[in-house]
Structures are given as structure tokens and as C-alpha cells.
């Protein structure tokens, strides 16, 4: 059902870390020359102000023995996006793979209704998730259908499911992953007619750089955090999303999930892969059936 992805180009929007660096290093160990997007790199960082990089991105996409291309790109600037897209079809001559992981919120105001929130930033806060998708895939789409086959993904917190039911605790970023879940649904009935896919697929609950720093834990002993918080023994690392889209982008029926809601842990179910540990950690049914039930932390059965 496999094939690889040696001579296959992918823009992974949004790599330097977390879920993006997760996606952009399986794509390279499954053979994928990637580019490596976002607004850190090593001489200059974004508003998060964290120490990941895009270089350090390419380079572990090298080391997983793809080829990684760094290139420091703002995706709120169309030009800086029309310049991108337009060094991939020079270098490349074609595009297969998108993936829209961009996001890049400093903070996020939880629990204050709209009128509570500081405005600006809360408008800033959806220019961040959803204009740099829409701006990337302006430009970047034409490349890619010139090729049928194409796979867009963009990434999300949440299936359609659990979002539909479930309040996220901030109106804005509750805005603004309904609006990434849509564009996975509009962008699949756009792109069918090319012969190319579109999905919306989230990872749960993920062991992120800022996650693990926040419960001061590393991934190497992430389970201590479990201590502070029992629930986090479902979490996953961000290798297990790029596994789920690394198994997409090699799957010749992917166009059966076009315009679908997607979660890692499904998806693994479904083509076989195993987080880090071995293991397949389905978040979203055990935040539904165990931590939002107010039930004792046990992930039997989940992972």
C-alpha cells in the first residue's frame, strides 16, 4: 500500500517546532527532500521568543536521512510566501506535498470571554492561524496540482467531532481552529477536481518543546510529569504526527480522506504506525471518555 517519498518535494509552513519539526523530520526519514518554514532561525527569532530554529529543523531532517532546506519565511507577507513558492519551482520544478502547521501565537488569553481579551491581540492571534494558511496556499497550491496527486494537510487542534461540542476555553482560539478545520473541507472540494487530496489532521495532546518545558520534563522522562498531572500520560510525541502524515503522503488511495477531519492516533489504527515508545495513544476518544468524563487518569485501552 507503501511506495517512498525519495524524489517527492514537501513544504512543511510553520517546522521549527513542535508538531511542523515532528512532520518535517518523518517526511525526510521517509526520503522527502522538506522545506523547513518559519519565523525563527538562527539570527533572528519570532514573537514566541523560543530557541528552536528552522536550521536546527533541516538538519534533523537530514540526519533522518532526507534533505532539509531552511528558508526563513513570514507567512503573513505575501511576498515573502510568492518568493518561497517561486525558489521551490526553480530548485525543484514541482511541489507534492503542503503542510500548513502555522500558528506562532505568543499567548493565549484563556478563559476570558471576547469582551474580556485584550482585541488586538486576539485579532492578531487569527491573523496568525488563518491568513498565513490561506496566503501559503494561494501561492503554494498552483505548484502543486500541476502534479496530480498532491496531498495538502493542515493541522489543527481537535477533530471536527470534538470541536463541534467542545468550547476551547478562548474565543479567538476557538475561532480560529474551527476556521483551519473548514479550510481542510473547503480546500478538499478546490483541489478533487486536480486529482489532488486535502485533510485537516490534529495531533493530541502533544509533548511540544513549550509543553515539556512548562511541566519541566524532557522527552527522554516526560512521564514524571504524569505526578502534576495524571491525564498526560495519554500525550504523544510530535514524531507521531509526522508518522501519520509521513503514512498519508505514501498512501496511493489518500484521496479516501479528501476534505476529512483527521487524528494521528486514528490514523494510526488505520496504517500501523507506533509513537516513539511503541505504543498508539488515542487522545481525542480518551479526552472525551476518561478526562472530560472526570474520570481517574488510566490510559488502558487508549495507548
Known amino acids: ?13 510553520g517546522a521549527t517546532r513542535g508538531a511542523g519539526r515532528g512532520i518535517a523530520v518523518q ?95 486576539g485579532l492578531h492571534t487569527l491573523r496568525l492561524a488563518v491568513d498565513t494558511h490561506a496566503i501559503t496556499s494561494h501561492f503554494a497550491i498552483p505548484l502543486l496540482i500541476r502534479i496530480p496527486g498532491g496531498l495538502v494537510v493542515e493541522v489543527n487542534d481537535g477533530t471536527v467531532e470534538y470541536n463541534e461540542v467542545n468550547y476551547r476555553n478562548s474565543f479567538f482560539y476557538d475561532l480560529a481552529k474551527a476556521a483551519v478545520l473548514r479550510m481542510g473541507f473547503a480546500l478538499g472540494h478546490e483541489l478533487k477536481p486536480h486529482g489532488a487530496t486535502a485533510v485537516s489532521l490534529t495531533p493530541g495532546w502533544l509533548r511540544s518543546e513549550a509543553m515539556l518545558e512548562a511541566f519541566g520534563v524532557s522527552e527522554s522522562n516526560w512521564r514524571d510529569a504524569t505526578t502534576t498531572q495524571p491525564h498526560f500520560a495519554i500525550s504523544e510525541s510530535p514524531a507521531f504526527i509526522g508518522r501519520a502524515v509521513a503514512a498519508l503522503a505514501q498512501d496511493p488511495n489518500v484521496s479516501r480522506w479528501n476534505a476529512k477531519s483527521l487524528s494521528s492516533g486514528q490514523l494510526a489504527k488505520i496504517y500501523g504506525f507506533t509513537d516513539l515508545d511503541g505504543s498508539q495513544p488515542d487522545a481525542w476518544s480518551y479526552m472525551t471518555e476518561v478526562q472530560d468524563a472526570g474520570k481517574p487518569a488510566d490510559v488502558t485501552g487508549y495507548r
Open 1 to 13: 500500500m507503501k511506495t517512498s517519498l525519495a524524489g517527492k518535494v514537501a513544504l512543511v509552513a
Open 27 to 121: 517526511l525526510g526519514a521517509a526520503g522527502a527532500t522538506v522545506y523547513c518554514t518559519g519565523r525563527t532561525s538562527g539570527f533572528r527569532r519570532s514573537e514566541m521568543n523560543r530557541p528552536e530554529t528552522i536550521e536546527e529543523t533541516a538538519a534533523l531532517v537530514d540526519e533522518a536521512g532526507g534533505r532539509g532546506i531552511a528558508v526563513r519565511v513570514d507567512h503573513l507577507v505575501p511576498d515573502e510566501v510568492h518568493a518561497l513558492v517561486s525558489r521551490i519551482k526553480g530548485e525543484q520544478g514541482a511541489l507534492h506535498i503542503l503542510v500548513n502547521d502555522i500558528f506562532g501565537a505568543a499567548r493565549i488569553e484563556w478563559n476570558k470571554a471576547v469582551w474580556e481579551s485584550d482585541l488586538g491581540y
